[in-house]
């Protein structure tokens, strides 16, 4: 059993930069690979980033390469999203998940789940 909690978002002016964090529990944490998923108003959930149980692979949905990044200190069993040049089209809420494969894009693959943190990105 993993839990996931998300912190980290709030409101910032476009261009700004915000780091989510995903603090996790469970002993077998280190064996899941993590992934990012947004959900904007009115939309379907979307992949953002994926990485691997070691930390060593990335993976990005295509429109958030160069700007999103995403790192794992499994010393701490906590994921990051450091999100670099934001823009108003990015306002969503942000969820964490834990998966046992990499990389995963489909949200259906993903077994646990964050409650999500907000992120308003206002022009």
């Known amino acids: 059993q993993v839990q996931l909690v998300e912190s980290g978002g709030g409101l910032v002016q476009a261009g700004g930069s915000l780091r989510l964090s995903c603090a996790a529990s469970?002993?077998?944490?280190?064996?899941?690979?993590m992934g990012w998923f947004r959900q904007a108003p009115g939309k379907e959930r979307e992949f953002v980033a994926a990485i691997s149980w070691s930390g060593g692979d990335t993976y990005y949905a295509d429109s958030m390469k160069g700007r999103f990044t995403t790192s794992r200190l499994s010393a701490k069993n906590t994921v990051y999203l450091q999100m670099n040049s934001l823009k108003p089209e990015d306002t969503a809420v942000y969820y964490c998940a834990a998966t046992l494969s990499f990389p995963v894009v489909a949200e259906y693959d993903y077994d646990y789940w964050g409650q999500g943190t907000q992120v308003t990105v206002s022009s």
């Open positions: 469970g002993r077998t944490f280190s064996s899941y690979a």
